[in-house]
C-alpha cells in the first residue's frame, strides 16, 4: 500500500447502497491512501465532514478495496483542502453523467483533482476506478 493508492469503499447503509444504485457501482465511496510515518490514512471527501483524513483501520467495516493509481497524489494540494465541503450537487450531477461545476467536493472528483486528472469528467467512484486500472477496473466489484 503506497500513498495516492485508490481505496474504494462499498459501505452497507441505505446511502451507501442508493449511491451504488445510481451510479451503477459495485463502490459507493472513495479516497486517496496516505501513508504517514508507516499508517494508512485515507483522504476523502464525505458527505458528513467534507474533505477529510481518517484511519484506514477505522473503515474496514466498510470493505475498502485498494488499488495502485499509478499516479502521484499531491498531497500538499490535499492540505489546503482540509475542511472543504461536499457537495451533494455535484454527486448527484455525475451519477446522471452531466457536467460538474465546483460547487465543493464529491469523493471522486476529490481523489481525481489530487491525481492530476481531468476535473472536466463526471467522475464517480467507478469511472475513476476504471480509468485508473483500464484492464481490471471491476475487480473486487462482486
Known amino acids: 500500500m503506497n500513498t495516492g493508492d485508490l481505496v474504494l469503499f462499498r459501505g452497507h447503509g441505505p446511502f451507501d447502497w442508493f449511491i451504488r444504485l445510481w451510479t451503477r457501482s459495485a ?21 458528513s465532514g467534507g474533505v477529510s483524513v481518517h484511519a484506514l483501520a477505522n473503515r474496514m467495516a466498510d470493505d475498502p478495496f485498494i488499488t ?55 467522475w464517480t467512484p467507478q469511472s475513476l476506478l476504471d480509468e485508473l486500472t483500464p484492464s481490471g477496473g471491476h475487480a473486487g466489484g462482486n
Do not use: T
Open 27 to 47: 463502490w459507493a465511496h472513495c479516497g486517496l491512501v496516505w501513508v504517514c510515518e508507516g499508517i494508512p490514512l485515507v483522504i476523502e471527501a464525505q458527505y
Open 68 to 122: 495502485p493509481s499509478g499516479r502521484a497524489m499531491n498531497l500538499p494540494l490535499a492540505l489546503q483542502h482540509f475542511g472543504d465541503w461536499y457537495s451533494l450537487k455535484n454527486a448527484v450531477d455525475a451519477g446522471l453523467g452531466y457536467p460538474l461545476h465546483h460547487a465543493g467536493w464529491e469523493c471522486a472528483q476529490f481523489a481525481a483533482f489530487l491525481l492530476g486528472m481531468d476535473m472536466a469528467e463526471d
